[in-house]
């Protein structure tokens, strides 16, 4: 099998979702302990100050653990990401966020969600890249969408 295309593309930030949960967690939190006075209320804010906390600690070992920059390879029949295949049967939608530096997310037939694995933004060739993916989605016939989408954690 030859190679249509080898880039370089890295993972979309998690700065913004992680310093959004810590904010907050921390005004929910400080509202929870000013407010204790109603002790249903008082478990339900507890329970989500400890939901967004998990969430945190996902995003930080998401940081720390995930490599940063990875590379994709365009096959005639799939998709490589970072040693994971995908078969152009088994995607449901390739979503397009942006336009200036877009990020792609690559939604497979099983998932209700694009997960964070197959999430990516071009680096050097995003022009090249971007072409060869609409091209390969086209003879493919995988669905391309130019929209906002939700991603797994």
Request: net charge positive; with cysteine; aromatic share 14%.
């Amino acid at each position: 099998m030859d190679n249509i295309g080898v880039y370089e593309v890295s993972r979309p930030s998690l700065m913004s979702l992680l310093l959004s949960m810590i904010f907050s967690s921390g005004i929910l939190l400080t509202s929870v302990i000013k407010n204790t006075n109603g002790k249903v209320l008082s478990y339900i804010g507890y329970f989500w100050v400890i939901f967004c906390l998990i969430v945190v600690i996902v995003l930080l070992y998401r940081i720390i653990t995930i490599r940063r920059f990875i590379e994709i390879k365009i096959l005639p029949d799939s998709i490589i990401v970072e040693n994971k295949e995908i078969k152009a049967n088994r995607i449901e939608n390739i979503y397009v966020k942006g336009y200036f530096k877009p990020v792609i997310g690559i939604k497979p037939l099983d998932h209700k969600f694009a997960p964070y694995r197959l999430c990516f933004s071009f680096l050097d060739q995003e022009y090249r890249g971007m072409k060869e993916l609409t091209k390969w989605a086209e003879c493919n016939q995988v669905k391309l969408s130019h929209k906002r989408f939700m991603r797994w954690l």
